[in-house]
């Protein structure tokens, strides 16, 4: 289901309600399903810290010690701990952001555990394209842009936010996604300043 690998070298490596793999110099530790370890892992996401943060299929964001092996929970708003978590990302300010399957898209301060949402509407209530606001609460995944643009792949069109200033707005030429319509699963934003992104009709 997911894949990663941290600066030490090791892969780490996630099946459908199996848990976590570890890869390291050909050994393999599997962290199986318990009270310190999800059930299934979406996405892996190894912060500037050397952290194993770890987005789930219904059971929240965790964030792991890779030294003890020990995964724990982390809230981002009560409530909604048992959302999905496809899309993790650092910024340069050491915030973590979080994009969920319909909750939307948070930033977490890990040392003052402070916990924001980006701006959004329920799917189809009062969306204006012009509004300074996420496309979409169904977020499928991130790509770092340019300086501090974030592509957000989502479940109707492509979005992008700064993540210094919140402008949804200033990437698209004052909307706030282009394909509207389109459920976008995957985005990657390469070095020749193209935006590549697989969808339901293809890439």
């Not at 910024?91 to 980006?118: C, P, Q, Y």
Request: aromatic letters at 10%; hydrophobic letters at 40%.
């Amino acid at each position: 289901m997911a894949l990663g690998a941290d600066a030490d070298g090791s892969v780490w490596l996630a099946g459908d309600g199996d848990g976590l793999y570890a890869i390291r110099g050909g050994a393999t530790v599997h962290y199986a399903p318990s009270a310190t370890m999800p059930r299934t892992v979406m996405t892996i996401y190894n912060d500037s810290n050397g952290r194993i943060w770890l987005g789930t299929w219904m059971q929240g964001l965790w964030v792991m010690d890779r030294n003890t092996g020990v995964a724990r929970k982390v809230g981002l708003v009560p409530g909604i701990e048992s959302c999905s978590v496809f899309a993790i990302h650092e910024d340069s300010r050491h915030r973590m952001w979080i994009g969920t399957l319909g909750e939307g898209l948070f930033s977490l301060d890990v040392n003052t555990g402070e916990v924001s949402k980006a701006p959004s509407v329920a799917s189809g209530l009062d969306y204006r394209e012009n509004k300074n606001i996420i496309p979409n609460n169904w977020i499928n995944d991130f790509s770092k842009g340019p300086g501090d643009i974030l592509f957000l792949a989502t479940c109707d069109g492509l979005g992008a936010i700064n993540l210094k200033t919140n402008d949804c707005l200033g990437m698209f030429n004052g909307k706030n996604r282009l394909f509207e319509g389109t459920n976008i699963s995957t985005v990657c934003y390469t070095n020749d300043n193209r935006v590549w992104f697989g969808t339901n009709n293809g890439l």
